[in-house]
């Protein structure tokens, strides 16, 4: 296993990843990260650190920015439109030209869709487009910004269609992990299936939402008819403790009895004894 410099490109935390895998959990922010896009996001970093700080002025850096994104140096504009924004919060350009960059990140939108919500890392940039673009309907003075995102309105607006659905596709992994744990806590050899359990569990962030419920679900088909089995099982362990119990409890109260009757005999014969003599 060979250790690569990379970048979390969530949270922008120093990564050392394998290169041969092909995504990892990021140990600072939690995301999901496709390694080959974190090594490029630090590879970028480094390189444009020199390039970035030679230019100044705003227009020339939205001029570079605008140049990267044309070929597809997503992360460089990115740096640069960030620097923007945050010298000056109400650049409309700037914020515009990052909705671009994320869009860019974004590529295929054939292949993003509220099932992917658990797995797949893009989320994050819908995140940030659809704050981009709210925020630049708050501080747009005029529409002008319609205009340089005319060419990407459409996807805009399917990204943000799709932010909406995201709280839906977490609830429904919610609920199916709540009905997961309600079962599990029922079981009492839990150790029987807790490994299984766990690893369903770990999956919750790396499948496709239907996917992940399926696994749940059939999971659930395959475990409760066993739980029920060792519920009733149980139930009749009780049942026979407390026959034996009740039983028990008799036997010693005949004894008890007969004790009782043997001494008051016992002492009746001694006084037809004493009687008679
Ligand atoms: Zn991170």
Redesign the pocket.
């Known amino acids: 296993m060979k250790l690569t410099a990379a970048k979390?490109p969530?949270?922008?935390?120093s990564l050392e990843v394998n290169k041969d895998l092909e995504k990892t959990i990021?140990q600072?922010?939690?995301?999901t990260?496709m390694i080959e896009e974190a090594i490029e996001k630090y590879k970028v970093e480094l390189s444009g650190k020199v390039e970035v700080d030679g230019i100044k002025g705003r227009d020339a850096k939205l001029k570079q920015a605008q140049k990267h994104i044309k070929i597809e140096e997503y992360a460089s504009a990115q740096k640069i439109l960030e620097e923007i924004v945050s010298e000056d919060k109400f650049d409309v350009e700037a914020y515009c030209e990052l909705i671009k960059v994320y869009l860019g990140y974004l590529d295929d939108l054939k292949t993003f869709s509220e099932d992917t919500a658990l797995a797949d890392p893009r989320w994050n940039y819908a995140e940030k487009i659809e704050s981009y673009y709210n925020r630049i309907k708050k501080i747009a003075e005029d529409d002008s910004y319609v205009d340089i995102l005319k060419d990407y309105q459409e996807k805009i607006e399917r990204v943000i269609s799709l932010m909406k659905k995201l709280p839906e596709s977490k609830k429904k992994v919610e609920d199916t992990m709540e009905k997961l744990s309600k079962l599990m806590k029922r079981a009492k050899s839990v150790y029987l299936y807790s490994n299984e359990y766990l690893d369903i569990a770990s999956e919750s962030t790396s499948l496709k939402v239907s996917e992940f419920v399926k696994k749940c679900n059939s999971f659930m088909e395959k475990v409760e008819p066993e739980i029920v089995a060792e519920e009733k099982k149980q139930e009749k362990i009780d049942k026979r403790d407390d026959m034996i119990g009740k039983v028990k409890n008799s036997i010693i109260t005949y004894y008890k009895l007969s004790c009782i009757f043997t001494i008051i005999f016992v002492i009746l014969i001694f006084i037809f004894f004493l009687i008679k003599h």
């Open positions: 979390c969530n949270c922008g935390a990021c600072y922010c939690g995301s990260v």
